[in-house]
């Protein structure tokens, strides 16, 4: 009980020198509860859309797959025969045969794309009863014919669509023209997809090719029908055919959520692993603060101990400190997260993804793990100075506070980093030798982990260094104040470097992924320069979505153009040489493609690949399967029959463009697959005729005008496109590793705040003898900068190594060129003391208000 009184007492005494460490806890539990309310709350989301559309019981094609969009823009379908079959099956209170498909792009008059700008699908289909499960007709009706299209809600009113409005569906079958004749609602939440419904015999004429098909049956059951004796019942009537799929209603919303699954898991442990990081830079804030307290409190721990408090008792006391800080700083980080989670909601609505609060989603689990987390990781980070409290003997009473540390225990640590760091440096070195990536990557990994640790534990003895270096450049200019101003960094040295260890994890991550995107963009652009002779390339905006034969037919009517190549992939089932089976994809293109991509050849030429009946593949694939020119390999088109086509040439895999690709004349696929599944253009190439150039690209874009999800690029466009893609990615890397740098900036705070706090009596004397409020103020800024330029020029060092040692890992990949982007690491190191700067402001502002004759008389 006495332990406990003393341990409320000395938290609620130092409340305010614990109020940053507490808002590090804070920050870090508010990031994991926010990723877990947020994730759970669009798992919520999906769950509700996925029960609410899906039917008691679905009939599908057997091979379909939910988030497939068709290679030839129709997706698979069943024949309505089937409808009467299953409608006999008992407990069957109706059947209807429903369509949907994601190979469309709707625009309006204006040739604006309706779709998702979040990646969300544009659906298009028929209007079933079974809809009304999870949509209402708000306004208007459904479509009663050719001319006439009903939108989602959500869509018109982003768009401002309005009944009467034209609307355009393009699909692999042309295009559809209709007017808007009703809008309806989700009775749930729709997370960003845009919907349109067409007639039955419409949808089945131009999104799937033929009258009389579906691509499912959606079956009601009956009053007191289960969905799982209702399957058993629709099965039986199949006569149990192989050829489809019979699914209940959750299993068909399992299947849709599995869709989902791996896209929110990977977001949600990306998340967590940035919170993990924010964690572990607030532990630094959390040593320093319970270590400048039980320095600061040794005189009061000595009188404890002579009065008879045991070591275990003190100990105790300063572990029950941080688990009251934890509680504190956990509860009112839970809090915080379930409002992060909202604003991240708030956020991806403005993106045009919708998530509604009427979802949010907070499992008991969540504040459990924040709770626990919080207190764990804070008990932990405290554990190290509350044994070093219980360490004070009765005698130092009589001392002053602030006792220097064991100057032994500073060499072993010191042996211990150097140990670590040249470990580490070791395994980075090994890493740049490796012959595979996947050796390699083990090395990297161990690397980085062992010069991390090794940097944290030699953190003091690196201050030292480079603290000094650091003075002599910034600090000297300043005079006494700039020498008084790096006396105050080094006395502490063990202090300083906790304070830039937690800056600099944060900014070692930043160098090393600037390091890392910039190889990667030189290096595509190096590839791109050396491979692709196209002028101009055009595909999709929207990931996996083809070209539409009218879209090809429109490029082809430019002006200026000496050849398009058309590029398609297709599935196949391979039988080699060597009895060996393997399932491939293979690229069928003309024989222009040769010219619009180069490829180097290890055996035979690839001219010949593009004759009749042959093709070629990549060199790992010929020697893992001993395929050589000449030799022949089966191919079972899945969508079409069986060839058997010689191997003409072997193409090298050093490249990153197609690499391991296999090629044959789209004339040949065309033999062996027909036209009604010949899957359509994923790409098209275009070469300009000579001094033609800005015509021609001026004339393929004018050609799709009609078609705006697709993009024609030069090369100059395409190579701004993937620095644009890398860079979006890093940015936002970036901003979610801004929490761990935040925490790492208020541990410069607290430092300060602290060192001011135990500095107190010293800086009333050098007030008494002359030092100006300007000039404490001064001092005290340019000490907070110096720790931050120290913070920053470790995490910086260490980053471009661990981003050097990853780019030769690239490099056997085939990304070769090491680019190490100056004016980022420049940008960084400058900001880094303006982050500095900012951190001083209050500790600054509050030792220059403090009276002089109070702080001389303050008990040391």
């Given amino acids: 009980m006495t332990v406990w009184k003393t341990s409320m007492r000395n938290f609620f005494a130092h409340k305010g020198r614990m109020a940053l460490s507490a808002v590090a806890v804070l920050l870090s539990v508010a990031f994991v509860c926010g990723t877990l309310v947020f994730t759970d709350t669009m798992n919520t989301t999906f769950d509700k859309l996925f029960a609410a559309t899906a039917a008691d019981v679905t009939v599908s094609p057997k091979t379909a797959k939910v988030d497939d969009i068709p290679e030839n823009g129709k997706p698979q379908s069943l024949p309505a025969s089937l409808i009467a079959q299953v409608e006999k099956a008992d407990g069957v209170k109706k059947a209807e045969g429903a369509i949907s498909s994601s190979a469309v792009t709707v625009v309006n008059s204006d040739n604006e794309n309706m779709g998702s700008d979040t990646g969300a699908p544009t659906l298009a ?41 034209e609307l355009r569906t393009i699909a692999v079958t042309g295009d559809i023209r209709a007017r808007i004749s009703g809008i309806a609602t989700f009775k749930v939440t729709n997370p960003g997809a845009a919907i349109v419904y067409l007639d039955t015999a419409t949808a089945q004429r131009k999104l799937l090719g033929s009258p009389g098909v579906f691509t499912q049956i959606s079956v009601t059951a009956e009053q007191g029908f289960s969905d799982a004796r209702l399957k058993q019942n629709v099965a039986a009537a199949l006569d149990g055919s192989a050829a489809y799929k019979v699914q209940t209603q959750k299993e068909a919303a399992e299947a849709n959520k599995d869709s989902m699954g791996s896209f929110l898991d990977v977001m949600k442990y990306a998340m967590l692993g940035f919170a993990g990081i924010a964690f572990l830079v607030g532990i630094f804030l959390i040593v320093n603060t319970f270590s400048m307290l039980v320095a600061q409190r040794t005189r009061e721990i000595g009188l404890m101990r002579a009065i008879g408090s045991s070591r275990k008792q003190v100990n105790r006391s300063v572990l029950l400190e941080a688990v009251l800080l934890g509680i504190v700083g956990s509860i009112l980080g839970v809090a915080a997260g379930v409002g992060l989670a909202v604003g991240l909601m708030k956020l991806m609505g403005a993106l045009g993804m919708e998530l509604s609060t009427e979802d949010l989603t907070v499992a008991w689990t969540t504040p459990a793990i924040g709770l626990a987390l919080g207190v764990i990781v804070t008990v932990l980070a405290a554990y190290v100075p509350a044994r070093r409290a219980g360490k004070v003997s009765p005698m130092a009473a009589l001392r002053d506070a602030g006792s220097p540390a064991d100057a032994k225990s500073g060499w072993v640590r010191a042996g211990l980093g150097l140990v670590l760091t040249g470990a580490g440096a070791a395994a980075l070195w090994s890493t740049t030798q490796a012959d595979k990536a996947s050796d390699g990557s083990l090395f990297l990994g161990l690397g980085v982990v062992l010069t991390l640790i090794g940097f944290i534990v030699i953190g003091p003895l690196l201050a030292g260094i480079v603290v000094r270096a650091l003075s002599v450049v910034v600090l000297r200019l300043f005079g006494p104040v700039g020498r008084l101003a790096e006396r105050n960094a080094l006395r502490n040295p063990r202090r300083t470097g906790a304070t830039g260890a937690a800056l600099m994890i944060g900014l070692a991550l930043v160098a090393c992924l600037s390091v890392v995107g910039s190889s990667m963009v030189a290096s595509a652009t190096e590839e791109l320069d050396k491979s692709v002779g196209a002028d ?54 003309d024989p222009t493609y040769q010219q619009d991509l180069r490829r180097e050849t290890v055996a035979g030429e690839l001219s010949a690949a593009y004759g009749d009946n042959a093709m070629s593949v990549g060199d790992a694939y010929a020697t893992a399967h001993g395929i050589k020119v000449g030799d022949t390999i089966t191919v079972a088109f899945k969508a079409g029959e069986t060839a058997k086509l010689k191997v003409a040439a072997i193409t090298s895999d050093e490249t ?103 500095r107190t009596r010293e800086i009333g004397l050098m007030r008494a003898i002359g030092l100006s409020r300007r000039q404490l103020r001064r001092m005290i800024r340019l000490e907070s900068v110096v720790i931050a330029l120290f913070g920053a020029l470790l995490g910086l060092g260490l980053g471009m190594g661990w981003g050097t040692s990853a780019q030769k890992l690239l490099a056997l990949e085939g990304l070769g060129v090491l680019e190490i982007p100056w004016p980022t690491i420049i940008t960084v190191f400058v900001a880094s003391a303006f982050v500095g700067l900012f951190a001083a402001l209050v500790p600054a502002f509050r030792a220059g208000r403090m009276n002089v004759l109070k702080a001389i008389a303050t008990d040391g």
């Fill in 536 to 589: 101009f390339i055009v595909q999709s905006g929207t990931p996996g979505q083809l070209i539409v034969p009218q879209a090809a037919k429109a490029l082809e009517t430019a002006p200026g153009i000496e050849h398009f190549t058309h590029y398609k992939v297709l599935g196949v089932k391979l039988t080699n040489p060597d009895g060996s089976t393997t399932d491939e994809d293979v690229t069928a293109a």
């Fill in 125 to 165: 289909g028929n209007w079933t009863q079974n809809e009304l499960r999870s949509m209402e007709i708000t306004s208007g009706h459904a479509p009663r014919g050719p001319t006439e299209v009903m939108v989602d809600a959500d869509t018109a009113d982003k768009h401002h669509l309005k009944i009467g409005d």
């Fill in 656 to 758: 990153n463009v197609d690499k391991g690709a296999m090629y044959l004349n789209t004339t040949t696929a065309a033999t062996y697959v027909p036209a009604d599944k010949m899957p359509q253009n994923m790409i098209m190439f275009a070469k300009a005729q000579d001094g033609k150039e800005k015509e021609a690209y001026a004339a393929l874009k004018d050609s799709l005008h009609a078609y705006p999800t697709y993009k024609v690029q030069n090369q100059a466009d395409f190579k701004e496109d993937l620095k644009d893609q890398i860079g979006q990615l890093l940015n936002i890397v970036y901003g979610l590793l801004a929490l761990a740098i935040i925490v790492a900036v208020l541990g410069v705070v607290n430092t300060l705040a602290l060192s001011v706090v135990e």
